[in-house]
């Protein structure tokens, strides 16, 4: 791996339960990466014991990102993996060792991967995420934010994170991962290292927060896609590859 190194950042804000279930699947499946794995505290309302960080404010999924990924740019990481607390690995272990050396022969394979994210049990949302047995690793055009595996170098040469009007999150996966496909760098789906997702575990639970998020969302996808930007991005799809081979 070289000069290459990975953090592994569990976002809480929720259930502690469901932060506690993929941080001990990950220490167990990867104990010798246990230094890498961190869990940022977004100043949730139940605080998650032993967590690295407890965010003095919550700042959201696209700001705890931002803020991820300027932290730990500082340490000499080269990438970022920032999991959603709600998502439990379904494939096989290793995990973190897995999805790393894989993510590194792709690199070597078809050049530089903006993002990586393994596939999905389900989504209701993101056709392109949903795990695809018997093939390998998909180009997509964009990714669900639930796991994704960031470049920070392919960031920088975009310009790094936009979230501006968006510090909710939602849109910014996909406008980001899309930015990056758009410079020409790879956007991967994985179908080997896969993941079971509860959607909006936390959110649905926070009183107004969907309708708010939704209202930033389509200020903020509107504005660099245009107003039929959902009709954009079901276009975008139709580019997407699937590989049966490594």
Request: glycine share 6%; with cysteine.
């Amino acid at each position: 791996m070289a000069d290459r190194r990975l953090a592994v950042v569990i976002l809480h804000y929720g259930d502690p339960a469901l932060t506690s279930r993929v941080k001990e699947q990950l220490e167990l499946s990867d104990p010798k990466l246990a230094e890498h794995l961190f869990v940022l505290d977004n100043h949730a309302p139940e605080p998650f014991p032993g967590a690295w960080r407890r965010l003095d404010d919550n700042l959201y999924w696209a700001g705890a990102l931002d803020y991820c990924l300027k932290e730990f740019e500082s340490r000499g990481y080269t990438h970022l993996w920032f999991l959603n607390n709600d998502i439990w690995f379904g494939s096989k272990p290793p995990h973190i060792l897995k999805a790393w050396k894989r993510l590194e022969q792709l690199d070597a394979k078809i050049g530089p991967i903006g993002v990586y994210s393994p596939a999905t049990h389900r989504s209701p949302y993101h056709p392109q995420m949903i795990e695809k047995p018997g093939m390998q690793y998909s180009l997509v055009s964009y990714i669900d934010g639930i796991s994704p595996l960031f470049s920070m170098e392919c960031l920088k040469q975009i310009g790094g994170l936009d979230f501006e009007g968006n510090i909710y999150g939602y849109g910014v996966d996909v406008w980001n991962s899309l930015a990056l496909h758009r410079a020409g760098f790879s956007v991967v789906v994985d179908h080997q290292v896969t993941i079971r997702h509860i959607y909006h575990s936390t959110a649905k639970k926070v009183e107004g927060f969907l309708a708010t998020a939704a209202e930033a969302q389509h200020k903020y996808m509107a504005a660099r896609l245009g107003d039929e930007y959902e009709a954009v991005l079901k276009q975008e799809l139709e580019a997407c590859r699937d590989f049966r081979t490594f």
